[in-house]
């Protein structure tokens, strides 16, 4: 079968790009898969792709590159609908809701058309219009599931299939080294800021511990001058980006989350990549947070946002802190939790999608 996996950047640090690049990698091993992205921002994308996959574009806006036209939004949108009314593919599986409708209404009827979602509903307007012409929606959550099926009143299949992990095997963390990890975008909503005002609490009563950030965004310089203000230097780190965050949190005992609760993605990836490594995760109990993926008390700790919840976070990062055979429990049941992410069983239920609405 021919796929094709349409995306707005391929070049992204971000959970959705990662999980669009494991998914690619996997169904690359028995059939023809191309990643087709709207824009082309670097020379390499940020998150290594398989050799087996091929890599295509509809704009190149790297610096110095010629255009015939002029460059620009209206560009970029004609460019993509000449794009898709050429495609000669099986089936094509479009990343977010502009891109779903723009598949909707170019791609010929004869090819498969998926709409593949990770947040909330946008505003229905073109959503409700469009997305009946396609065979299916997948959402990665189960919330994310009703939330579609439920703004498509039965109009579209909804279907629920979650994130892929990397193919294995992955690192898995001995659960010695006093170390907290987080990663992913420095933005607002991924709330960085309570992260390391709980870790303040959490470095007077445990010095020894570290917290470890990775990543990269426009939050940083204000993340700095809180780590400063609260003299946390020699116990908060700023890691960089890295394409391997699984490897990264494989060297902690600890993953933390603290996202904020109107976040219009779910921290999956993180989440995810956190308990295959063997590593239980604390997280905010937010209606779009860990608690869709983390089991309280078998794969890791929710707390309740509100109130003290600087605090809160605070003493369940203590209590996991000072007790090793919780935090082994904990790991022990978020690698069980992993299993089903594994990147050949999320495969084989697109395979089966896939050829189910062909037929």
Known sequence: MRICLLVPSICGMRGDVRSVV??????????????????RHRDRP????????????????????????????VHAEVALWRRLRALRTDAV????????????????????????EWGRPSPPGPITKFYPRLDAVVAATERGRQD?????HGGADVRLIPDALPAGPWPRSRMDNRIVAAGGRWVPVKAYDRLIRAFAVVADKRPDWRL???GGGPEERRLRSLVQDLNLHNHVYFMGTTSDLSGEFAKASIVAVTSRAETPQTPGMTVIEAMASGVPVIGFDSPSGPGEFV??????????????????YAGALLALIDDER????????????????????VAEQWEKLLTSSSS
Not at 22 to 36: D, K, Q, S, T, Y
Not at 102 to 111: D, G, K, L, S
């Open 22 to 39: 494991n998914l690619a990698g996997e169904l690359a091993e028995r059939h023809e898969v191309e990643i087709l992205s709207v824009r």
């Open 93 to 116: 599986v479009s990343t977010r809701p502009g891109l779903s409708v723009q598949v909707a209404r170019h791609v010929p009827r004869e090819t498969v058309r998926v709409a593949r």
């Open 295 to 312: 089991v309280e008390g078998r794969s890791g700790v929710l707390v309740a946002e509100g109130g003290a919840e600087i605090e809160a």
């Open 46 to 73: 940020f998150f290594p792709i398989s050799a087996k996959v091929r890599l295509s574009w509809v704009v190149d806006d790297r610096p110095g590159v010629r255009h015939l036209l002029p460059r620009g939004q």
């Open 326 to 345: 919780r935090r082994r429990e904990l790991a022990a049941g978020a690698l069980g939790a992993a299993a089903v992410h594994t990147a050949p069983v």
């Open 148 to 152: 579609w099926d439920h703004l498509l």
């Open 212 to 214: 470890r950030l990775y």
